[in-house]
């Protein structure tokens, strides 16, 4: 029954790639932040736009909740659930947490594709949560026009372990620990230009948990952490360095990418996202060729966490890249150094 539909021919967006653009967001979101001042023991609230919400249980924990949904990035419902929980799940790993459990959230059409299909993207998503050692509890679902899945998550860390994206320090090295490209195949895959050799590859990214985030937390020195998703690399350093008052540079060719994405940018396969994304940020951004800035501001679909370390914690970091199979991720990607305003926030090089 599932070979017989195209998941993704079904929504008008995909994975991450749905989600608002960063100006549209600070738009709905101004002057209505919930922050640390407000409520006693809420330790990070949306004024940050960090990856979960921390709440001090009084007892040295901190509990991290987070919810994320999207359309469908892949065609098949069991993958489609992996790749969303997977998603859902990495925000918990971002702020440096354990996840210990999920509610599902599903929006399904009906009247055009069977309930058994629906029953699949679960099934896909009780496997991930089971990999993450997370309990599904429960969920809550509607009739809608496009197919929606997701998970509301829960999860627990110490909050001397609790890793922002706003408190990189200068001097301090980037890293990242997956490669890129997901939001460009994605679209290839739609249009129909997918190369063979490159089928699967953006899935098998995607339903890759960053479990590491929680590993990385425990390093002194690892000083900020985000997940990349749908506002691409640039976007989410972007909220990493403004919000640490710093600037970043970037060594282009340090970034991992999946494949070799010029065949398809070279047809056009942007999604767009992508636009959507440097209508929002490109001012921030110094001189860089229009490949590069297709490719970095490309969004994300459970992407890798960025992980800002400063000297003492940088080869720790690094074996433990290396013990976790990211051997390939070991290298620096670049920088934060002291704000300078006269300078464009995110350079290149």
């Not at 496997?127 to 009739?143: Q, R, W």
């Not at 090295?173 to 953006?202: C, H, M, N, P, Y």
């Not at 899935?203 to 890759?208: E, F, T």
Request: proline share 4%; aromatic share 6%; hydrophobic share 40%.
């Amino acid at each position: 029954m599932s070979e017989d539909i195209r998941l993704t021919q079904f929504s008008h967006g995909a994975g991450c790639g749905c989600k608002l653009s960063p100006a549209i967001l600070d738009r709905i979101l101004a002057n209505k932040h919930s922050s640390p001042g407000e409520f006693d023991r809420l330790l990070v609230g949306n004024n940050s736009r960090d990856d979960a919400g921390a709440y001090d249980l009084g007892n040295g924990q901190a509990l991290l909740t987070t919810t994320d949904f999207f359309m469908p990035i892949v065609d098949d419902p069991f993958e489609f659930g992996r790749i969303a929980s997977a998603n859902a799940i990495s925000d918990i790993y971002a702020m440096g947490g354990n996840p210990v459990m999920a509610i599902a959230i599903l929006g399904w059409p009906i009247d055009k594709i069977a309930p058994e299909v629906a029953g699949l993207v679960i099934e896909g998503a009780r496997s991930i949560c089971k990999e993450a050692g997370v309990a599904l509890a429960g969920g809550h679902s509607i009739d809608s026009p496009e197919p929606i899945f997701g998970l509301s998550v829960n999860g627990l860390v110490a909050i001397e372990n609790l890793k922002k994206n706003d408190a990189a320090k200068a001097g301090d090295q980037l890293f990242f620990t997956k490669a890129i490209g997901i939001g460009i195949l994605s679209t290839s895959e739609k249009r129909g230009i997918l190369l063979e050799k490159d089928r699967g590859v953006g899935a098998q990214s995607m339903m890759r948990l960053n479990s590491i985030g929680a590993k990385l937390a425990l390093i002194p020195g690892v000083n900020a952490m985000t997940d990349v998703t749908g506002f691409g690399l640039l976007g989410h350093l972007g909220e990493m360095a403004e919000g640490s008052a710093l600037n970043a540079k970037i060594d282009v060719g340090k970034v991992k990418l999946l494949t070799d994405l010029d065949y398809y940018l070279d047809k056009g396969a942007i999604p767009g996202g992508t636009k959507r994304n440097l209508e929002s940020y490109d001012h921030r951004l110094g001189e860089i060729s229009e490949r590069d800035r297709w490719i970095l501001a490309d969004p994300q679909t459970s992407g890798g966490i960025l992980v800002s370390v400063s000297a003492e914690g940088i080869e720790k970091v690094k074996a433990l890249l290396e013990a976790q199979g990211l051997g390939a991720h070991v290298e620096s990607i670049g920088f934060l150094e002291e704000e300078d305003p006269s300078q464009a926030r995110i350079q290149l090089k």
